[in-house]
């Protein structure tokens, strides 16, 4: 089985969760097979915000729970590199190219430092944002990561599908989900970004010029509510355009 037949059989999964916890302990069910086993998934606070209500966040966690104390109390969210990186830049990254990527500081040394007492020495991180345009962040850790690229992109896909099940569950509630109609050419288009094809490579499958493909995929990112093609093909993927 490859590797996106292996991820829409998990996202079946994740879609028939009903609680936070059962979507969290299904998405490490994929990461742990990388070396990916502590999880915490959030939307980021405004700067400043207090201690005592930055546990409000938390969608989905499975973080040691004494660093999580450790991490609220400090309110490491303001020192965090990762946290940081992820407001620069709003793609899938690994945990040590942010911390490479931003300035060297006392502060964000000590969150990394801290991090490593509980064998969380690298991760993933996975943004995404919301209808509201706040931000959301899944971010995996552990002892030793070691991912191939396309290893890289089904536990994006994986993450951001989850963070998304979890947000709908907190508020849904069970309400119906509305109808988002998409074209055949969008769809398609689509279909074909799931296994990583670039618009180039779409646009020369499908008989189009690269701007015609690179314009259903807009619309389709636009329709879904999506920020980015991975939250795209993950959404397709939830409202049964791809399977």
Known sequence: MGYFDRTLEYIDRVQRADTSAAVCEQLLSVTSNFGLTALIAATVPQPGTPSSQTKDHVLLCDWPSEWLERYLSRNYVDHDPIVSHLKQFR?????????QSMPADKS???VMRDARQFKLRDGLAF???TLEGQIA??????????????????VSLASTYAIGRAMQLQTTAGKSIDHIELTPRERECLQWAAVGK?????????GISEHTSEKHLLNAKS???????VQAVAEAVRHGYIS
Do not use: H
């Not at 962040?137 to 089904?154: C, H, I, K, P, Q």
């Open 91 to 99: 793609a899938p990254f690994q945990w040590r190219d942010a911390v």
């Open 108 to 110: 964000s040394a000590e």
């Open 127 to 129: 943004p995404l944002i």
């Open 137 to 154: 962040l899944v971010s995996l850790g552990g002892e030793a990561v070691e991912l191939s690229e396309a290893e890289f992109a089904m």
């Open 198 to 206: 670039s618009e180039w490579e779409i646009s020369q499958i499908l």
């Open 223 to 229: 329709k879904l509510g999506a920020a980015n093609r």
